[in-house]
């Protein structure tokens, strides 16, 4: 199979509102090669593209699947798990905690790119899928993406002190290491006192403010 033209194609129909299709193909990578990030990405804007157009037959099925993704948790296969939390989905794709779930089976079992593709394009509808997306871009390297999925999860809570401390967090880190500070007596900066200082932790015993 060819990934990339499946891939292509998928991102054509969605672009000519056939979102059906796009899933349609994006559903077909993934049983090839389910971490590949792109079609899971495209697989949820396609999905949330039908404007949740499910019937009441597919949702119905949804809890088919989704009890087959329980029996798999339980026997440690998060490969099945995700496919099956993929299937219901597919399902039921207005049901966001479905999407959570496959995404965390996605992680579970090593697939962390498509992992960050379903977080990812739950995280403007879900503030738990935004901080999900922000740890693994982060991980992954992706720092300017992962501050953007902190604030998207701020835009759904502002009031998320998880969030917050994770931004900030991250950008006392981003701007240490791109050297985004004053350089006057840069030569001598404390490299630790400067992320304390950062985060607005207590500069004299280290630890974070309440």
């Known amino acids: 199979m060819n990934l990339k033209k499946h891939l292509d194609r998928a991102e054509q129909a969605l672009d000519r509102g056939q979102p059906d299709f796009a899933a349609e193909l994006c559903d077909q990578v993934l049983d090839f090669a389910p971490g590949e990030r792109r079609a899971a990405e495209l697989l949820v804007k396609a999905l949330h593209a039908q404007g949740g157009k499910s019937s009441i037959l597919r949702k119905l099925g949804s809890g088919q699947s989704g009890l087959a ?15 099956q939390m993929r299937r219901a989905f597919l399902k039921d794709p207005t049901n966001t905690a479905v999407g959570l779930r496959w995404g965390d089976a996605l992680e579970r079992a090593g697939y962390l790119g498509a992992a960050l593709g379903v ?38 809570n ?53």
């Open 69 to 83: 993704a329980k029996l798999s948790k339980l026997t440690r296969n998060p490969d099945a798990e995700a496919r």
């Open 158 to 210: 502002p009031r998320d002190t998880e969030a917050m401390r994770a931004r900030k967090n991250l950008a006392a880190e981003q701007a240490l290491r791109t050297n985004k500070y004053d350089d006057e007596g840069a030569s001598g900066l404390d490299s630790e006192a400067f992320l304390r200082a950062a985060r607005g932790e207590d500069g004299e015993d280290g630890k974070q403010d309440s």
């Open 119 to 156: 977080f990812g394009e739950l995280a403007a509808r879900d503030g738990d899928a935004a901080k999900r997306a922000g740890a693994l871009a982060a991980a992954q390297g992706e720092v300017d993406a992962a501050l953007a999925y902190y604030q998207q999860a701020l835009d759904v």
